[in-house]
């Protein structure tokens, strides 16, 4: 019954600021990392950010660093993505998964076992 489910994309303005939710269910979410990653049109797949569980160790990839903040709320078993000045190259569908329990590659897809479904983000004007 494990599931991930990404909410708040949608068509943003370039400079907007959205905040992506994803929502855990079956399992608890406090005892994992979790990762967001993207995939723009014609693009592979890329590791956006990550969140250790407990929130103590926290990485971005180089593009983002400084617009987006990745958080979590465990009470509520949803990780976020507050994205800041967004710029055309941030569209992409916007994915959440969870990190295993083993390995250091953090923006490594294969690292990730169970995936959610996705959310669009389309910036333009």
């Known amino acids: 019954q494990l599931q991930l489910v990404e909410s708040g994309g949608g068509l943003v303005q370039p400079g907007g600021s959205p905040r992506l939710s994803c929502a855990a269910s079956?399992?608890?979410?406090?005892?994992?990392?979790i990762g967001w990653f993207r995939q723009a049109p014609g693009k592979e797949r890329e590791g956006v950010s990550y969140i250790s569980n407990g929130a103590l160790f926290i990485k971005y990839t180089d593009s983002v660093k400084g617009r987006f903040t990745i958080s979590r709320d465990n009470a509520e078993n949803t990780v976020y993505l507050q994205m800041n000045s967004l710029k055309p190259e941030d569209t992409g569908v916007y994915y959440c998964?969870?990190?295993?329990?083993?390995?250091?590659?953090?923006?490594?897809?294969?690292?990730?076992?169970?995936w959610g479904q996705g959310t669009q983000v389309t910036v333009s004007s």
């Open positions: 079956g399992f608890s979410l406090r005892d994992y990392g």
């Open positions: 998964a969870r990190k295993v329990l083993y390995g250091s590659e953090y923006f490594e897809a294969s690292k990730y076992d169970y």
